[in-house]
């Protein structure tokens, strides 16, 4: 089939571009390629016209799962998603872009991001903000790496209680280092903090705790970032950008890096990406930061305008000697969840993170209720808490799965000893309707 | 043009939320609670609706101006792959992940089996994990999995350096470092491509790795490719293999077939898919049957009914690059866009990127001077030397471009080239189009003889001047002040 839709050329076009090479075939441009070298195969299926093509993805998606009513979180969330993001970020100007190296002619990408970075850094209460990372699991590995870069140590504690994909990520990405990683494990799905004063000293050169954590509890590192400077070491939070609507920011609590998944904020869920990560910290630890960051300056005139700045620390400038290889950020991703924050605003976040709360409330009271069900922290919690129940909960899960609840995420799989308890998310779009069907449903998988 | 937060007004919302259909629970303790809502904007949809257009306007993009910006591949992304990758949006990755939850993402799952079935036939190698998240995240994944290579077989200690050839992309000698390795530099030879003699010099049994791009970033493929691989596993090292400018050769060369052991894929540039102002991209690492014991999880396997499930926990994995399974969104469009074009559409965009390149390079010949001169693969790059004996630097005929509507071609990369022009056009351009851009190319090149100052002065067309970037990098102003 002729795809010219994609590749313009007449067959006289490239006649006259082949005379002005030189050469008399395309393949003669190929000529540098010795015969030995080249492809002997190449067995792919032939086109489809662009009919085709969607009809197939359509077919694909409908293999899928349709309708399921959905309590589950563990990192991404189901929430609300303005129109109006779509419509902006779907905007060519914005997504058919490349990072914006000629700040002349990118400053709508520029200023944007800056933005973006102002809202984080105000989400969060600490000083700057990179213009995003590529998700959650992997900011909390660029954070330790950044604190292990500021310290010049080679410890990380990290809590048992954060999200174990992002524990995962960590020990993959320090796997080949010279860096232990100490992990804390939970007490009745909290920080266990007589513990962590066991090991931290002087080698460790950070902490690393999830604000609210896996388990869904909230907890106030105030403390504790206080016992964390006096060994000179950095306390990182992973934060829930929604939760930050009400709660105690990781700025106020007096933590040094704060990363956490952007997804929640404007982003579909997508089968797990692409959302973003973010990071923001102390002003003190900005050369240190991985990935691209945009400044304020002035132009010839002085007028307002914005670049990438301190591109010093970078790998194209610095190659092996760089901060960090990163050389990229999530643009899009970020965007979108600019324009989410832009959009609910400064009462908007905080009635949608009471909202969330609300929910999930009433939901935890309604099954707690439900014999065979405790719940598994005294701690308070946010739009996510940890049940324990009479049965195995994978099997709870699975049977639920059949009558379309996603019932959480079981623990099984992350925890030792936790095969009985199920994380369940609340968010604003389960209604009450749907929690109470959730909860008879349950009951009648528990008495069963 | 103001900031968001400068339009802002109290109380102003931009969306209507859902109202509570439950009943208010009790506050948190106080302890636990913010002392005020984050100050982010407050304005209503329309205000916010102009913020965004308006901004978007203030880009050069794909869809508006031609972008020839070499190594970043900024052909077109159609239309249909955005709409494709809608389709998936409501699902959550933690369902296939739940007790029977594979068969309830049969789609997803199968859709990304088969995508890494053909990135493997593209690039031929055995398998593909599709989950680093863009291309220096696929090269950090790759070394990462000749790591565990080499630690499985007693290596670990032994193996300390990676070895990258001078003209390679900043972010392979990066991505080693951050793997733990040292890096060793192999200059380039005067015909273009790493020294062969210095890569020779420069092997050991304590290299791990050489990286490799190829055809690589000065656009010109390597012909001793083969003899290279051999010498790098004589001691044991793997090849790996930047994908970057994969775009050049599909159906002509697999990078598995001349010896490459480790490949990151960009869907980003290869596969239409678009960039986003920065991101997000999508970096599927392959590799040869002897590393997959080391693939991250989770695996995607297809079983003897033909279902696909998730592999359980494998000890040899190196555990986990990203939370799922990558950009799954990037993917579904990069999979769209392989199926859409097939077998020859592949094979057609390598021919006129490659055609695409070569009728700029023969083109602007006589006017900038062209250090490697051979026939390029997908990009060319000359160097403004010429222009800067009048005083004229690369980044000054960049801006002659702006105002001319072209978004600049890439400048001082690689770096072994002095004010390097990095032209990379792309398939999707037409004659037309780069006919005209040659010509602007070429009024750039006389202006810097006839009148340096008018280049100097430029952009005039955009909102904004040149920008003190110094100014910027000392005040590290980088969030709005209250």
Known sequence: ?448 | MQLIYEKSVPGRRGVKLPASDVPAAAPLPASLLRSAPAGLAEVSELDLVRHFTNLSRRNFSVDTNFYPLGSCTMKYNAKVLENAAALFNPLHPMTALLPGGEELCQGTLGMLHDLGGLLAEITGMDEVTTQPLAGAHGEMTGILLVSAYHAARGNKNKKKYVVVPDSSHGTNPASAAIAGYEIITVPTAPYGDMDLELFKKAMTDEVAAVMMTCPNTLGLFNPHIREISEIAHSHDALMYYDGANLNAIMGKVKPGDVGFDVIHVNLHKTFGTPHGGGGPGSGPVGVKKELIPFLPQPRIIKDSQGRFQLEARRPTSIGRTANFFGNFGVMVKAYAYIIMLGREGLIRVSEQAVLNANYIKERLKPYYDLPYDQTCMHECVFSASRQLAHGVHAIDISKFLIDRGYHPPTVYFPMIVKEAIMIEPTETESKATMDEFIEVMIEAAQTAESNPQALHDAPLTMPISRLDETKAAREQNVCCQW
């Open chain 1, 1 to 448: 089939m002729n795809d010219s839709h994609y590749c313009p050329h007449t067959p006289e076009e490239i006649g006259e571009m082949l005379s002005a090479i030189g050469v008399a075939t395309v393949e003669e441009l190929f000529s540098p390629i010795p015969a030995a070298l080249r492809a002997q195969t190449f067995n792919l299926p032939s086109g489809l016209s662009e009919f085709e093509t969607f009809s197939r993805m359509q077919a694909i998606a409908g293999d899928n799962v349709q309708g399921l009513t959905s309590f589950i979180g563990g990192g991404f969330y189901d929430h609300v998603i303005p129109s109006v993001i779509d419509h902006l970020s779907g905007r060519a100007e914005f997504y058919t872009a490349y990072t914006p190296y000629q700040p002349e002619c990118s400053q709508g990408t520029l200023q944007a991001l800056f933005e973006y970075q102002t809202a984080i850094c105000r989400l969060t209460g600490l000083d700057v903000s990179n213009a995003s990372l590529y998700d959650g699991g992997t900011a909390c590995a660029e954070s330790a790496m950044m604190a292990l870069r500021v310290t010049g140590r080679n410890r990380i504690i990290v809590d048992g209680c954060v999200n174990p994909f992002s524990r995962q990520i960590l020990k993959t990405y320090l796997f080949n280092l010279d860096v232990e990683v100490v992990e804390i494990a939970p007490l009745d799905g909290m920080l266990n903090r007589a513990e962590l004063a066991n090991v931290l000293d002087d080698s460790v050169a950070a902490v690393l705790v999830q604000n609210p954590n896996f388990f869904g509890s909230v907890d106030d590192y105030t403390a504790l970032a206080g016992q964390v400077h006096t060994v000179g070491a950095l306390l990182i939070a992973s934060v829930y950008p929604v939760s930050l609507g009400i709660l105690k920011s990781p700025g106020e609590m007096g933590v040094d890096i704060a990363v956490g998944d952007g997804q929640s904020l404007g982003n579909p869920l997508s089968f797990g990406g692409p959302s973003f990560g973010f990071i923001t910290a102390k002003k003190a630890y900005i050369r240190n930061m991985p990935g691209r960051i945009v400044g304020e300056t002035v132009d010839k005139s002085g007028k307002r305008g914005f670049v990438l700045t301190l591109q010093a620390r970078e790998q194209h400038i610095k190659r092996h000697k760089a901060t960090s290889n990163i050389c990229s950020n999530q643009g899009l991703c970020a965007l979108r969840g600019l324009i989410f924050l832009s959009s609910v605003g400064r009462q908007g976040l905080a009635d949608m993170a009471l909202l969330n709360r609300d929910k999930a409330e009433y939901a935890k009271a309604r099954l707690a209720a439900i014999p065979g069900v405790t719940v598994l922290q005294s701690a308070p919690t946010f739009n996510e808490f940890t049940l324990f129940l009479s049965k195995p909960a994978e099997a709870v899960v699975a049977g639920m799965l059949k009558e379309g609840i996603a019932a959480g995420v079981p623990l099984g799989d992350y925890y030792e000893n936790l095969g009985q308890a199920l994380v369940v998310t609340v968010t604003e779009k389960r209604s009450k309707k749907e929690i109470d069907h959730f909860a008879q449903l349950l009951e009648a998988a528990l008495c069963n």
